[in-house]
């Protein structure tokens, strides 16, 4: 690999780790760019080249993993999860949801609720998103 190669998915990299660390903060392509110290359209064709989804949607899947845990682990609303990972509205994140997971969220805490005592490895294999 060249060293260009290399300092490119380095920043990459960087912005990625932001979105895992801000994920339920408004980000957006020009502040991630700025991250990854590249012009705004550079770092959608390289951040989807290198890691084989657009900034936005790999933004969603990880809020709509957090979402998913947040099911399974607490009682707390739907609405209350959704604003929680980043979502601004309960109508797109059960839209995006649905996309993600082919079920609703409320489907989703329903499903897992009937798996008890299943162990947990199966459990969260089976409730992976796709990519």
Same mark, same amino acid.
């Given at each position: 690999? *060249?060293? =260009?190669?290399?300092?490119?998915?380095?920043?990459?990299?960087?912005?990625?780790?932001? +979105?895992? /660390?801000?994920?339920?903060?408004?980000?957006?392509?020009?502040?991630?760019?700025?991250? =990854?110290?590249?012009?705004?359209?550079?770092? @959608?064709?390289?951040?989807?080249? %290198?890691?084989?989804? @657009?900034?936005?949607?790999?933004?969603?899947?990880?809020?709509?993993?957090? =979402? +998913?845990?947040?099911?399974?682990? &607490?009682? /707390?609303?739907? &609405?209350?999860?959704?604003?929680?990972?980043?979502?601004?509205?309960?109508? %797109?994140?059960?839209?995006?949801?649905?996309?993600?997971?082919?079920?609703?969220?409320? @489907?989703?805490?329903?499903?897992?609720?009937? =798996?008890?005592?299943?162990?947990?490895?199966?459990?969260?294999?089976?409730?992976?998103? *796709?990519?």
């Amino acid at each position: 690999m *060249s060293r =260009a190669a290399e300092e490119t998915n380095r920043r990459m990299l960087r912005a990625r780790d932001a +979105m895992d /660390r801000a994920y339920a903060q408004p980000l957006d392509v020009p502040a991630l760019a700025r991250i =990854a110290h590249v012009s705004e359209a550079h770092f @959608t064709r390289t951040f989807r080249a %290198t890691f084989g989804e @657009t900034p936005h949607r790999y933004l969603q899947r990880r809020r709509v993993e957090r =979402a +998913m845990f947040l099911l399974r682990e &607490t009682d /707390r609303s739907v &609405t209350d999860i959704c604003f929680e990972v980043g979502f601004g509205s309960p109508g %797109t994140f059960s839209r995006t949801f649905r996309d993600i997971v082919g079920r609703s969220p409320r @489907t989703y805490r329903k499903e897992v609720a009937l =798996a008890t005592g299943v162990p947990t490895c199966f459990t969260m294999a089976w409730t992976r998103p *796709s990519a």
